[in-house]
Antibody, heavy 120, light 107 residues
Framework: QVQLEESGGGVVQPGRSLRLSCAASGFNFGNYGMNWVRQAPGKGPEWLAVILYDGITTEYADSVKGRFIVSRDNSKDTLYLQMNNLRTEDTAFYYC?????????????WGQGTLVIVSS | DIQLTQSPSFLSASIGDRVTITCRASQDISKYLAWYQQKPGKAPKLLIYSASTLQSGVPSRFSGSGFETEFTLTVSNLQPEDYATYYCQQFNSYPLTFGGGTKVEIK
């Protein structure tokens, strides 16, 4: 079925790095732009980054610009988020979300999320 | 960055009620606003995009309206499965931003 599945979360110390993955299935991954969104426990969602279908065009939130890198491998139907120099405030559930084809590319498909805890 | 302010933050309503949630943008975003529903432990679900277009599969008791800086989400005839937190999100420009959320609870 059509789905996204994140992996790679865990507990990491401040200043360290972590790479998240988002495996897509059931649709033509290479045709869609993809996003990363995070949500700290008890807080609202925060958009982090987008990468278009071409794997070249990206945009980032100021909070992660210069520290996080979004990439994709269309041959593996997988989206990535490389997170460097992690801070305690990066603790959150991390979701990947698909940009729908129509309108402005609202997020019509989400993964179940993976939890990242940044703590010493 | 465009700020989105939702009100109320919390509301208590009964089954069958009509509820309205407001989202105000800090600048003109035309019609580029979406609404999501989120239940505990789950990812957000797209309900409405372009301010008033119902996403496929979403019940018609959900409706959206608005333009420029003021938007509303209305749920008519509230059902048990509608108790959740609702978020607006603007798609006018990057960085994309979300509102602070409105939690709808059972009265």
């Amino acid at each position: 079925q059509v789905q996204l599945e994140e992996s790679g979360g865990g507990v990491v110390q401040p200043g360290r790095s972590l790479r998240l993955s988002c495996a897509a299935s059931g649709f033509n991954f290479g045709n869609y732009g993809m996003n990363w969104v995070r949500q700290a426990p008890g807080k609202g969602p925060e958009w982090l980054a987008v990468i278009l279908y071409d794997g070249i065009t990206t945009e980032y939130a100021d909070s992660v610009k210069g520290r996080f890198i979004v990439s994709r491998d269309n041959s593996k139907d997988t989206l990535y988020l490389q997170m460097n120099n992690l801070r305690t405030e990066d603790t959150a559930f991390y979701y990947c979300a698909r940009k729908q084809w129509v309108a402005r590319g609202e997020f019509d498909l989400w993964g179940q999320g993976t939890l990242v805890i940044v703590s010493s | 960055d465009i700020q989105l302010t939702q009100s109320p933050s919390f509301l208590s309503a009964s089954i069958g009620d009509r509820v309205t949630i407001t989202c105000r943008a800090s600048q003109d975003i035309s019609k580029y606003l979406a609404w999501y529903q989120q239940k505990p432990g789950k990812a957000p679900k797209l309900l409405i995009y372009s301010a008033s277009t119902l996403q496929s599969g979403v019940p018609s008791r959900f409706s959206g309206s608005g333009f420029e800086t003021e938007f509303t989400l209305t749920v008519s005839n509230l059902q048990p499965e509608d108790y959740a937190t609702y978020y607006c999100q603007q798609f006018n420009s990057y960085p994309l931003t979300f509102g602070g959320g409105t939690k709808v609870e059972i009265k």
